[in-house]
């Protein structure tokens, strides 16, 4: 079965400071990989997607991931913290590769402290 | 703005009853899901529409029932309401409904069973 795993509830950092919110992932087959965030009282927006290709996936807010194939992992990162970048950030991976539906991690709590 | 609409935002009921959500997919969108978040379970897919057929079901509990409409906007029907089932519930749609679609979310209903 496809899963994700989020091994960290929360992750605080200072504005300015390097982020990275971690994701591992079990798939069977080529992995398709999403992260959303979701801040306060909204809905999920999409940040980015590993299809195919580089290793480095570049996505909005100038968030990108390293999809690591070895390591089966797909972490979530910024160069330079904003303090609006505080929010709930979740990795995803499709219910099958049919497509359909996607399993979201457990979640991780981004704070990002001035 | 994701272009997926859902309504109401906000609905409180009482133990016992029914209740409609409705979603309307951006324009274009021939595939809609429905999740549910709540703290202790997470985000979890519920049920995946395609063109009016449904195509995927994930947890979604007997007492809980969606469909399509020809216009494609989709309703999902809770009955015999629980405590439990107090949570936040989301809509997305998709192009294609394919494993590489991005999915749009609308911004929730939020359920409140006293």
């Known amino acids: 079965a496809q899963s994700v795993a989020q091994p960290e509830d929360q992750v605080n950092v200072a504005e300015g400071n390097p982020l990275t919110v971690k994701c591992t992932y079990s798939?069977?087959?080529?992995?398709?990989l999403f992260w959303y965030v979701q801040y306060p009282n909204r809905g999920l927006q999409f940040l980015l997607k590993?299809?195919?290709?580089?290793?480095l996936v570049k996505g909005s807010y100038g968030f990108e991931a390293e999809f690591n194939k070895s390591q089966t992992s797909f972490h979530l990162k910024k160069p330079s913290a904003l303090v609006s970048d505080s929010a709930l950030y979740f990795c995803a991976v499709p219910l099958n590769q049919a497509g359909t539906a996607l399993i979201f991690g457990k979640g991780t709590t981004l704070s990002v402290s001035s | 703005d994701s272009g997926v609409t859902q309504t109401p935002k906000h609905l409180i009921t009482a133990t016992g009853q029914r209740v409609t959500l409705r979603c309307s997919p951006r324009?274009?969108?021939?595939?809609v899901y429905w999740y549910q978040q709540s703290l202790d379970q997470g985000l979890q897919f519920l049920i995946q529409y395609y063109n009016g057929e449904e195509r995927a079901k994930g947890n979604i509990l007997e007492r809980f029932s969606a469909q399509q409409f020809p216009d494609l906007h989709s309703e999902l029907n809770l009955s015999s309401l629980e405590l439990g089932d107090s949570a936040l519930y989301f809509c997305?749609?998709?192009?294609?409904?394919?494993?590489?679609?991005?999915?749009?979310f609308g911004a929730g209903t939020r359920l409140s069973v006293l």
């Open positions: 798939v069977s087959g080529n992995p398709y």
């Open positions: 324009s274009g969108d021939l595939s």
């Open positions: 590993y299809i195919t290709g580089d290793n």
């Open positions: 997305a749609s998709s192009e294609q409904g394919l494993a590489k679609n991005i999915q749009y």
